[in-house]
Each structure stands twice: as C-alpha cells, then as structure tokens.
C-alpha cells in the first residue's frame, strides 16, 4: 500500500498533463495529492501541508537561483523570436536552404545553439523553420521529430539551461542529506554525462533519419506531405500555436542578423 500510494502524485500529475494539458494545474493537484496522503486524508490538512512545502522548496538556496533562472531564459529565449533574428537568420540562409534534407538539417542545427529551455528552443525553432520546411512538404510530424528530439537533448547537456540548473539542485539536496562535504553539485552532474545515453542517442539519431529512411507513421506523414501536400493529415489538430502564444514579430522588416545574435549573447551571459 505504501508503494502504490508513494508513485500516486506523480502519476496523477503526468495523467493530469495528458488529459487536460494545463502543466501547472496539475503539478498542483498532484502535490495537494500528496498532503492528502501525509495527513491521512484531512483536506484541511493537507492544503496548509501543500503550501509548506511548496514554500519550502521556494526558499531553499538552489531551487531560487533555479527559478532566477528558469525567469531569465523564460524571458530572453523569446526575444529572439519576437526581435525578428530567428526569421532573419532561415532568410540569410535561404540560397543554402535548397531542399528538403537541408532544411530540416538546418532544423535540427538552430536547436542546438538554443540550449537554454526545451521548451522554448522547440518553439523559438519550430516558427522560425517552419515556412522553409513547408516550402518542401516537410510533414509536421517529421518537424516536430526534429525539434523534440533536438531540444531536450540540447538543454541536457548544456553547458547551462533551467533542466540542467533543475538537476544540480536535486543532486545538491542528495549531497546535503548524506552529508558529503567537499562536493560541487556541478562537477557531479558534468561526470554523469557520459551515461546519458538516451539523450546522445535521440540526438545523434536525428541527422541519420534525416539522411536516412522514415519507417512507421512517420513514413506514412511524409508520404502524404510530399505525395498529396497533407502537411497536416486529416482529423489531426495543432495542440498550439507560437504565433498564438508568443504573438507576432515585433517590426519583422527592420530585423537584422544581429537580433539573432544580441539577445542570444544576453542568455550566455
């Protein structure tokens, strides 16, 4: 019983985000989950338990340089995409960008110089690529490969994003509980790359589908891109819409190869 009712948050949390796609609506369900389990069901309890822990997780050294800078990369990650330079770049890059392979190649290359947020590098790439991948049929679901499979990776190995700052505080707490001393977080996580297999794998794995041989559905999805223009097949509907989420362009005409380049400058930095 105490096994099944220890993987019930994160199971109502990850059941929660299939259903219902509301992420932080249903991190917070599942942690009011867990107060109702330490305090034997008591809903009263269990709220006032939530919002302690959820406070003292906040407050904890780590996890508040993480939220600084989940806020930072949250902020500048985007400019790149409101500033014009993601679009200037695919338009300096149009003579080169010549066909199909090449440009989901290209694809898969902006993602890996946005490696601060996954979620935003799929975004910030996936709008900037998307016309030159339509102008060769490239099905969505094809893209969508290619940015998932480019920016999780990405923003695991680094050399810094919110995920890898996520990471470090978790191994920061393990340290402070066992009480190791002398122990940077950091180098810890930089020697468990080597087996972060998974993610080389998806990584690697992109440019050889690209040059490679789709099989499976994603077979089927190019087929009816390039054989019947079906960039989206029939009954399938776009979960969301950067344009929507994120707007568009600010002043996209006066946009150079510099507003590319400044605010990804600011993000090292």
Known sequence: ???????????????????????????????????????????????????????????????????????????????????????????????????????QLFSWMLGVVDFFNSDINAALVGSATKDINKRYNVSTEK??????????????????????????????????????????????????????IYCALAFLGVPMIIYGKDFGPMAKAELQARKYGKLIADGDMPMSSVEADLGEPAKLEKATIWSFVYPLCLCLL
Do not use: H
Not at 34 to 63: C, H, Q, R, Y
Not at 165 to 193: C, D, H, R
């Open 1 to 103: 019983m105490e096994l099944f009712l220890s993987i019930l948050p994160p199971v109502v949390a990850i059941g929660l985000c299939l259903l219902t796609k509301q992420v932080i609506t249903s991190l917070f369900i599942s942690v009011f989950v867990g107060g109702l389990i330490l305090s034997s069901g008591d809903p009263f309890s269990a709220v006032d338990i939530s919002f302690t822990i959820m406070k003292e997780v906040m407050i904890d050294p780590w996890n508040a340089r993480y939220l600084v800078l989940i806020m930072l990369f949250g902020g500048g990650t985007p400019l790149i995409y409101k500033s014009g330079g993601a679009f200037v770049l695919t338009k300096v890059l149009s003579k080169w960008l010549n066909s199909a392979k090449r440009a």
């Open 143 to 196: 893209l969508a490969y290619i940015l998932d499979s480019t920016a999780s990776p990405v923003s695991t190995f680094g050399p810094v994003s919110d995920w890898i700052g996520y990471q470090t505080s978790l191994i920061a707490a393990a340290i402070a509980a066992l009480k190791v001393e002398a122990v940077n977080p950091y180098s810890v996580f930089l020697k468990s790359m080597p087996w972060n």
